[in-house]
Nanobody, 127 residues
């Protein structure tokens, strides 16, 4: 059982930056994919970014490309999401995710491909 603990959310003005962290409870060699999804009030959950740990390949949603960057620290079993140039539409609960199943096709950036979810951390961007 993998536990994911997010931190780093908060209130920031438009144009500002935040860095989210997600610590996994076990060594990441048992995890194929880690990343982030988000859900804004009244909207569906959406993909933000994921990282395939065995290949080092990352994928970002078009809506955050050039502004958000996912990275990892293997020694700390931690994945980060650096968020720059934040916009009010980035306001959402951000959920850390992990997959212990080997990725297949597009599963590594789809919600159904994830096995574990954190409790979420709220990011609020004021205009």
């Amino acid at each position: 059982q993998v536990q994911l603990v997010e931190s780093g959310g908060g209130l920031v003005q438009a144009g500002g930056s935040l860095r989210l962290s997600c610590a996994a409870s076990e060594r990441t060699f048992s995890i194929y994919t880690m990343g982030w999804f988000r859900q804004a009030p009244g909207k569906e959950r959406e993909f933000v970014a994921t990282f395939r740990l065995n290949t080092g390949i990352a994928r970002h949603a078009d809506s955050v490309k050039g502004r958000f960057t996912i990275s990892r620290d293997n020694d700390k079993n931690t994945v980060y999401l650096q968020m720059n140039s934040l916009k009010p539409e980035d306001t959402a609960d951000y959920y850390c995710v992990a997959a212990t199943r080997a990725p297949f096709g597009s599963s590594w950036y789809e919600a159904l491909g994830m096995d574990y979810w954190g409790k979420g951390t709220l990011v609020t961007v004021s205009s």
